[in-house]
């Protein structure tokens, strides 16, 4: 059994660029959610998705918007970069549908705007 | 509402020393809590979770956690630190308030173990 998976490692974008991150879930896990985490600080819900569907969302501007699919991947997608985007961005898959409460993460995709 | 507070940012404990990391959550029904562990340049890894089973939860690496209701209290201990220890530590709180499993994180600890 594969654990999750990120890609990429590192990303320095412009401001003002937009961003594709994407993650890998463990298969047969139908639910995966993103963080934020900045500097110093623990992660930050940004939303989840559950089939397919988002099924919750953290309190983070509509310019961060994201897609599952099938396979058991997804993507975090972040239009018009601002500077406070930069940060370890997570992904966590579930492995029981939408309550279930354990997250497995990857490693992150470590985000620099500049 | 949930949250949770770690007090202390940052603990340095000499090797061999006890481990105690402090969480203190807020939540208005019987809570999911968890202990994750960070490495540097890495994602969380779950140490433990406590789930209204035993109060006193035995994690991955020597790591417990006791719930105490009464101090809405979840800290983690270990006996003796070892090197490998020091790393950033999480305590987060999951209710399932209006449905939702999502959790929510504390800042963070840092352990620090000398030699």
């Known amino acids: 059994e594969t654990g999750v998976t990120q890609s990429p490692t590192h990303l320095i974008k412009t401001r003002g660029q937009q961003v594709t991150l994407r993650c890998s879930s463990q298969s047969g896990h139908n639910t995966v959610s993103w963080y934020q985490q900045a500097l110093g600080q623990g992660p930050q819900f940004i939303f989840q998705?559950?089939?397919?569907?988002?099924?919750g969302r953290g309190n983070f501007p509509p310019r961060f918007s994201g897609l599952q699919f099938p396979n058991y991947s997804s993507e975090l997608n972040v239009n018009a970069l601002e500077l406070d985007d930069s940060a370890l961005y997570l992904c966590?898959?579930?492995?029981?549908?939408?309550?279930?409460?354990?997250?497995?993460f990857g490693p992150g995709t470590r985000l620099t705007v500049t | 509402a949930q949250s949770v507070t770690q007090l202390g940012s940052h603990v340095s404990v000499s090797e061999g020393a006890l481990v105690l990391l402090r969480c203190n959550y807020s939540s208005s029904v019987p809570p999911y809590l968890f202990w994750y562990v960070q490495y540097p340049n890495q994602g969380l890894q779950l140490l433990l979770k406590y789930t209204s089973a035993a109060t006193l939860v035995k994690g991955i690496n020597g790591f417990e956690a006791e719930f105490k209701k009464s101090e809405t209290s979840f800290h983690l201990t270990k006996p003796s630190a070892h090197m490998s220890d020091a790393a950033e530590y999480f305590c987060?709180?999951?209710?399932?308030?209006?449905?939702?499993?999502?959790?929510?994180f504390g800042r963070g600890t840092s352990l620090i173990v000398h030699p």
């Open positions: 966590a898959s579930s492995p029981e549908g939408a309550a279930s409460n354990e997250q497995y």
């Open positions: 987060a709180v999951s209710d399932g308030s209006g449905g939702s499993y999502i959790p929510t």
């Open positions: 998705y559950y089939r397919e569907e988002e099924n």
